[in-house]
Nanobody, 123 residues
Framework: QVQLVESGGGLVQAGSSLRLSCEAS????????MGWFRQVPGKEREFVAS????????YYADSVKGRFTISRVNTKNTVYLQMSNVKAEDTAVYYC????????????????WGQGTQVTVIS
């Protein structure tokens, strides 16, 4: 069972940038599609971005397209979410997610979740 640990959340000004990291404890990191979701109180967990096994293909929610970039370094067992030009509506708990051998764009069949990291955007 893969375990995921996020870092990099915090309080940021609107319009600024922030990078989230997620390190996986597994020897088979390159067999997992990786991604990010976010959740605010009272709402369902929302897909943000995902990335293919080798990192060559990326997928984004419309709400973050052009502002967020997902990437991965398989030799470090780490996936990143570079957040740029953040907005107040990006405020949420961000969760790292892993799914074995299959891409995802919704909260279904996820094999592992991180503990979440809070991102708060202030105007």
């Amino acid at each position: 069972q893969v375990q995921l640990v996020e870092s990099g959340g915090g309080l940021v000004q609107a319009g600024s940038s922030l990078r989230l990291s997620c390190e996986a404890s597994t020897q088979t990191f390159n067999t997992y599609f990786m991604g990010w979701f976010r959740q605010v109180p009272g709402k369902e967990r929302e897909f943000v971005a995902s990335i293919s096994l080798g990192g060559g293909l990326t997928y984004y929610a419309d709400s973050v397209k052009g502002r967020f970039t997902i990437s991965r370094v398989n030799t470090k067992n780490t996936v990143y979410l570079q957040m740029s030009n953040v907005k107040a509506e990006d405020t949420a708990v961000y969760y790292c997610a892993a799914k074995y051998a299959e891409n995802f764009d919704r909260n279904e069949g996820i094999d592992a979740w991180g503990q979440g990291t809070q991102v708060t955007v202030i105007s």
